[in-house]
C-alpha cells in the first residue's frame, strides 16, 4: 500500500511465505526504486534469525502505518504513489522476487507492471497478489488492487 489520502506514510509492504515449510529469511533486505530508478533504496533489512513460517507474512510499516495488525518492522523512505518497484533480496543480495507498478519501467518490473493502488481514505487500498504468492513472473497477471487491505493476513 502506497499511503491513504489522510497520510501518504500509511503504507506498508508484505513478504509472505507461500511454500509449506519455514523459511530463514535473516538478511534478507526489501529495496525500492523510483519508476525508472536504476539504484535500489534499502526499505529494511530482515534481522538475522528471522523466520517466516509456513504460509506466513512479514510485515513493514511505513513511518505512518496506522493498520490493525502491527507491523513487524518499519521503514521511513516514501513509497511513490503513481509508480515504484519493489524488490526482495536474499542475504547474498540475489533478487528472489519482484513488482513493478503504476507506470514503472525499473528492473523490478515483472512482464508488465501491476496497477498502481489508487488514493483512498484510510484504510487505504493496496496491491497485492490473490492468492498469497502467486507468480507467473508478470506483475499486471499476478496483482490486482485490493479495496480492503490485508497487512499480516491473507488476501484470499
Do not use: C, W
Not at 503504507?11 to 533486505?29: C, W
Not at 529495496?31 to 534469525?49: C, E, I, K, N
Not at 498469497?132 to 479495496?147: K, P
Amino acid at each position: 500500500m502506497t499511503g491513504t489520502t489522510g497520510s501518504a506514510t500509511d503504507e506498508f509492504v508484505e513478504i509472505v511465505n507461500p511454500t509449506d515449510s519455514a523459511i530463514d529469511a535473516g538478511g534478507y533486505r526489501v529495496a525500492y526504486r523510483s519508476a525508472s530508478g536504476t539504484t535500489d533504496t534499502v526499505l529494511a533489512t530482515l534481522p538475522l534469525g528471522t523466520t517466516i513460517a509456513a504460509h506466513g507474512f512479514y510485515l513493514l510499516g511505513g513511518a505512518g502505518y496506522s493498520g490493525a495488525h502491527p507491523a513487524d518492522q518499519s521503514f521511513a523512505t516514501g513509497l511513490a504513489a503513481s509508480a515504484g518497484g519493489l524488490g526482495l533480496r536474499d542475504a547474498s543480495g540475489t533478487l528472489v522476487d519482484s513488482v513493478g507498478y503504476g507506470t514503472a519501467t525499473n528492473a523490478f518490473v515483472e512482464g508488465s507492471a501491476a496497477p498502481a493502488p489508487p488514493a483512498a481514505a484510510a484504510p487505504g487500498k493496496s496491491a497485492g497478489r490473490k492468492p498469497d504468492g502467486h507468480d507467473t513472473d508478470d506483475n499486471a497477471a499476478d496483482f490486482s488492487v485490493l479495496t480492503s487491505p490485508t497487512p499480516g493476513a491473507s488476501n484470499g
